[in-house]
């Protein structure tokens, strides 16, 4: 068993930064691929980035290549999501999720772990 727990959200003006940070309990954490989620009022659910086990393998949506960066440290059993040059169409919960591959993540049918979720808004 697996528990989520996303911190960092907030309000931030357009352009800003935020760095979001996903808190993992159990022993079993690097055994899991951790992936980001986003979902805006009235919009699906859209995957924002993901990091395999030892960081190998990373996804990025292409909406956020550049700008967004995943990494993680086993040691703190921590995955984080640092997030430069914010837009307003990015205002969302975020999401931390765990799974067996970036693969199997997919658009969050192959999460396994979910997070309750962090606020992000950003102001224009």
């Keep these: 068993q697996v528990q989520l727990v ?5 309000l931030v003006q ?3 930064s935020l760095r979001l940070s996903c808190a993992a309990s159990g022993r ?7 992936g ?14 993901a990091i395999s086990r030892i960081g ?6 292409d909406s956020v290549k550049g700008r967004f960066t995943i990494f ?10 640092q997030m430069n040059g914010l837009k307003p169409e990015e205002t969302a919960v975020y999401y ?8 199997a993540m997919g658009v969050g049918s ?7 979720g962090t606020q992000v808004t950003v102001s224009s």
């Design 6 to 10: 996303e911190s960092g959200g907030g």
């Design 14 to 16: 357009a352009g800003g």
């Design 28 to 34: 079993t954490f690097s055994s899991y691929a951790v």
């Design 36 to 49: 980001w989620f986003r979902q805006a009022p009235g919009k699906e659910r859209e995957s924002v980035a």
């Design 56 to 61: 190998v393998t990373i996804y990025y949506a």
């Design 72 to 81: 993680r440290d086993n040691a703190k059993n921590t995955v984080y999501l």
């Design 96 to 103: 931390c999720a765990a799974a067996l591959s970036v693969q």
């Design 110 to 116: 192959g999460v396994h772990y979910w997070g309750q």
